[in-house]
């Protein structure tokens, strides 16, 4: 693999309705997209960080520096055995793993399209039909979450997730299950909560949850080891497991009983690999969380969720469900039973509609190979291609 441009844009989507965390209220998206290409072959990556440093440090803005001054330079006219081997070109770049990741899946897409095979066989995955459930934000009323779940459910999803923070739990959780006693159903607090909460906190093993989502520090895995130890409802964590390594230590104080795994978080497949294989090796499940993505990143995750450890359902949802613009072709469609199933053509096995891309598009820039070699200067001829980022 020897990728002779790259292209990075940033595209501008609307929700189609408010989605409100512990964190704040998400109203529209600003989202990287990243274009690797090899003669006529392309591959495709989206860049997961937000518009604030609330979820991650990383920013748009950070993961755009971080791509066009570092990562980027280093790949570009280089020859690579693989998608594999990119890791050891950008490991001089401490953190900015939603940066990494972006640029690592399109790399995998690529690979996967010059191997003339679907991206999920190429990772290894063994599920050609993976399990789909939906998170639903924190609702305006009481009776507005109980009308969302009964129409997501309506719609086939196997798992409902709803977001908790303090003042919006206990009675919330009490309302759901009484409306639906047998629903599969788990709770997010986004580190909403504080070690001064465990016994709040344990009364949710009354309903009988599948897991409670990072509940304390984003950071933190003692204070979490000393919770779960309190609680029958196992905890899963999300923030607080980086790598391979946050993962190995959390197991090991007891800090979790089932982990969540997120490409840009960990930083790409190559270390969401070696989590899922570190889990499933000590009958962990995990499944495969969302960041609100478009057509592209949602993709990504369809290719992850069929590796074996994906036990559980994932926040993998309908491309529909969250923008109105639709970026790919075919959407990714959950159908009536809740599943999803995994492409067969090569690398994300859909088409990317670019000119629905480009009518979004608030900036477009590529790069290529300098002339003096792959360590020189990678950009060239910018002008004219959108607006200067912000």
Not at 8 to 25: A, C, D, N, W, Y
Not at 317 to 336: G, H, N, Q, T
Not at 351 to 380: N, Q
Request: aromatic share 6%; hydrophobic share 40%; with cysteine.
């Amino acid at each position: 693999m020897r990728i002779d441009r790259i292209e990075l844009r940033e595209i501008h989507l609307k929700l189609k309705q408010p989605f409100v965390t512990s964190m704040g209220t998400q109203q529209a998206r600003r989202i990287l997209l990243l274009r690797v290409s090899q003669a006529d072959r392309d591959g495709w990556g989206e860049c997961t960080a937000g518009e604030d440093p609330f979820y991650s440090y990383e920013t748009v803005e950070t993961a755009a520096q971080v791509l066009e001054r570092f990562l980027i330079p280093s790949v570009l006219g280089i020859e690579l055995s693989g998608a594999e081997a990119l890791a050891e070109r950008v490991a001089a770049v401490r953190g900015h793993p939603m940066a990494r990741a972006a640029l690592e899946c399109a790399c995998w897409e690529l690979e996967a399209r010059q191997r003339e095979q679907p991206l999920w066989r190429l990772l290894g995955g063994v599920r050609p039909v993976i399990r789909s459930g939906v998170s639903i934000g924190i609702q305006p009323a009481p009776e507005r979450l109980l009308e969302r779940i009964e129409t997501e459910l309506e719609a086939g999803y196997q798992r409902i997730k709803i977001k908790i923070k303090p003042g919006w739990d206990l009675d919330i959780v009490d309302r759901v299950r009484q409306r639906f006693p047998e629903l599969a159903l788990m709770v997010d607090a986004n580190s909403a909560y504080t070690p001064a909460h465990a016994e709040h906190l344990a009364r949710l093993d009354a309903y009988r949850l599948m897991m409670i989502e990072q509940p304390l520090g984003h950071d933190d895995l003692i204070e979490h080891a000393r919770l779960q130890r309190g609680l029958r409802t196992p905890i899963c964590l999300d923030e607080s497991i980086r790598n391979a390594g946050d993962a190995a230590a959390a197991l090991e104080l007891g800090s979790c009983r089932i982990i969540n795994i997120k490409l840009g978080r960990v930083g790409g497949f190559r270390e969401a690999r070696a989590v899922e294989t570190l889990c499933r090796g000590r009958g962990v499940p995990v499944w495969c969380g969302g960041m609100l993505e478009a057509g592209i990143g949602r993709l990504h995750n369809v290719a992850l969720s069929t590796l074996e450890g994906f036990r559980l359902p994932g926040d993998v949802a309908d491309s529909r469900r969250y923008y109105d613009r639709e970026l790919i072709d075919p959407p990714v469609i959950v159908r009536p039973d809740g599943t999803i199933a995994a492409p067969e053509l090569p690398g994300l096995g859909h088409r990317i509609l670019l000119p629905e891309i480009d009518s979004v598009t608030a900036w477009k820039r590529s790069y290529f190979p300098s002339p003096s070699g792959p360590a020189g200067p990678a950009r060239r001829g910018v002008g004219g291609e959108g607006v200067k980022p912000r």
